[in-house]
């Protein structure tokens, strides 16, 4: 069985409060689309952009995101979830 569905991922990237919200303000006020917003502000993607409006618009707090962190990317390859779980906690190989 493969384990190539989960993989850390390589291109986490880290954002400011002040690029989010600027990022955010520059899409609501009409003036630029999301690709050019992403481009602008070198988001990794536009899904990121979306999130970020998406939790401006629910009058949640942007905050400061930061390199460093661990994170698993998991795809379905065909492995059931509780053996995903098992695999994250170390008991499965």
């Known amino acids: 069985m493969s384990n190539e569905g989960l993989k ?6 880290s954002y400011s409060k ?9 899409y609501l006020s009409g003036d630029f689309s999301l690709p050019e917003i992403v ?4 988001i990794s993607g536009d899904y990121i952009l979306r999130q970020w409006i ?13 390199k460093g962190h661990f994170f698993i990317s998991v795809r379905y390859t065909g492995i059931a979830y509780p053996k995903v779980s098992a ?3 170390g008991d499965y190989l």
């Open 8 to 13: 850390e991922s390589q291109s986490w990237r």
């Open 18 to 26: 002040e690029l989010k919200e600027a990022a955010v303000r520059d």
């Open 39 to 42: 481009r602008k502000y070198e």
């Open 54 to 66: 998406t939790k401006y618009n629910s009058h949640r707090k942007l905050k400061d995101t930061y």
């Open 87 to 89: 695999f994250l906690k």
